[in-house]
């Protein structure tokens, strides 16, 4: 599907009079219920303000993606804007926002929505773009030029979409303490353990690193209550400097390709009780991790 399929020629305004963000929302608001009457105007408004609240939906190069989800709707609805003098929207490079794309849907359209995000991202990266949508004078100059950008949105979202593409990782040949100094940090309980070429060999993980403190006997047991005052984790500091990650990470982990479906991540996440999902290429190197948060984040929360 062309992304310009989804633009409503009657919902673009190419000189927006709004000059702060909360009259910009308002301004797409009073459009979209000018043309679709469908009631909704409030209740439109309010997840807009809501979502922006939540966080600011501004990109970098003068972009903003206003959005929200509306059980309300039956419909993916998508407008856009420009404002000649731009806006500041809370971007991260700190640039006001000068090109806007406002998009709606019902929860059953969510990997919609999260296509045409991306898609926008996409249409927007090239300054060529960027530049020619500015200077649209007419609505349908604006979708003539989304039109030539041949840019499509995908029908289902891909791992590759939501992967954490910059990561650290670990070596076979790293001590286990420095690798723990690492997860304190960072803040994380686990990282890949990759060879030298960047191949996936294993992970090492927080649990790894609790079990070098526990004997193996305890294991055997159902419950520890009654053995109140052992000291868990002796083994582990005589250990921490003699033992390598290579002599204690897991090797059982589930990778995925690029292209496979957030679904087939979700599911292994679930059967095999696992907190990531490494993806890989074709030869096995490591080039991105699927976590338990980002499909949380990147997700169910838009």
């Known amino acids: ?28 608001v ?11 105007r409030q209740t439109v408004l309010d997840a807009l303000n ?3 609240a ?23 609805i998508l407008a856009a804007g420009i404002s000649k003098q731009g806006i500041d929207f809370g971007a991260r490079d700190g640039k006001p926002s000068r090109l806007f794309f406002v998009m709606l849907a019902p929860p059953s359209k969510n990997t919609l929505l999260l296509h045409s995000m991306a898609a926008m991202a996409l249409l927007t990266i090239n300054e060529q773009n960027r530049n020619e949508l500015i200077a649209a004078e007419t609505p349908a100059e604006f979708a003539a030029i989304i039109e030539r950008s041949g840019v499509e949105v995908k029908k289902y979202l891909s791992c590759g979409d939501i992967m954490e593409r910059g990561f650290e990782t670990l070596r076979p040949d790293m001590p286990i303490k420095d690798a723990v100094d690492l997860f304190a940090e960072k803040g994380i309980d686990g990282m890949a353990v990759v060879d030298e070429d960047g191949k996936l060999l294993g992970e090492f993980t927080g649990r790894e690193v609790i079990s070098l403190g526990l004997p193996s006997y305890l294991m055997k047991f159902q419950d520890v209550a009654f053995i109140p005052d052992f000291e868990p984790f002796e083994d582990y500091f005589k250990k921490e400097r003699e033992m390598n990650v290579g002599d204690a990470y897991l090797k059982e982990v589930f990778a995925v390709g690029e292209s496979d479906s957030v679904l087939r991540a979700a599911f292994l996440m679930i059967t095999k009780g696992r907190r990531r999902i490494y993806v890989t290429d074709d030869t096995g190197r490591l080039i991105g991790v699927v976590n338990r948060f ?3 984040s990147k997700v169910l929360f838009v």
């Open 1 to 28: 599907m062309k992304l310009s399929s989804l633009i409503d020629r009657n919902l673009i305004i190419t000189d927006l009079k709004a000059r702060d963000k909360a009259s910009l929302i308002e301004e797409f």
């Open 30 to 40: 009073d459009l979209i219920d000018e043309q679709r009457k469908d009631g909704l």
């Open 50 to 52: 809501k979502r922006e």
């Open 54 to 76: 939540q966080g600011g939906t501004a990109l970098e190069k003068g972009v903003a993606v206003p959005h929200a989800r509306l059980p309300e709707l039956s419909e993916f």
């Open 294 to 296: 980002d499909l949380i």
